[in-house]
């Protein structure tokens, strides 16, 4: 589930921002722009017990990376109406999953120096939301094993900037 929170935001917040770049490329106010571009991971958790289940509250940050083209006060008068944007495309959403609506409860500017050098701004966004996790009980073994397994696959596919070779090989059972 995290990785898809993860994706949906940055696959709504992408989408958004494409359809305001071309209307501005379209009108002829702006040149074609590789940024900002848009990370996202999930920095913590913290979880509480609901009946038999378990209630999962991550913190997503989204890092929105863009390309300064002026000065201090530009950037502000560019940077922040796009932040804001971002933040009303994000809450109050559940991106068609089973999550509690998105909010976005803080940003701030994270440019390092190689970023500030290279004329990138750098901008993180604290997101909460909230989901559940079933009980998986022993008749559920096959769901437990598919779960395991697919984030060992994750970790065992080559890299596809690599040799081609999956790092390591292993076989796992479970009890």
């Given at each position: 589930m995290l990785t898809d929170i993860e994706n949906a935001i940055v696959a709504r917040v992408s989408s958004k921002v494409s359809l305001a770049t071309?209307?501005?490329?379209?009108?002829?106010?702006?040149?074609?722009?590789?940024?900002p571009s848009f990370y996202c991971a999930t920095m913590s958790a913290q979880t509480r017990r609901i009946g038999n289940n378990l209630k999962v509250e991550p913190l997503v940050y989204l890092i929105m990376k863009f390309k300064s083209l002026g000065k201090e006060e530009d950037r502000r008068k560019g940077v922040y109406p796009i932040v804001e944007g971002v933040m009303s495309a994000l809450f109050n959403q559940n991106l068609g999953l089973k999550i509690d609506a998105l909010t976005p409860t803080r940003f701030q500017d994270i440019t390092d120096d190689t970023d500030r050098q290279e004329g990138f701004i750098v901008l993180g966004m604290e997101l909460k939301t909230g989901f559940v996790v079933n009980t998986l009980d022993d008749s559920d073994e096959q769901a437990i094993n598919d779960l395991i397994t697919i984030g060992l696959k994750y970790y065992l596919e080559p890299d596809i900037n690599s040799d081609g070779a999956a790092d390591a090989e292993d076989d796992l059972t479970t009890q």
């Open positions: 071309a209307r501005v490329q379209a009108k002829g106010e702006g040149p074609v722009a590789r940024y």
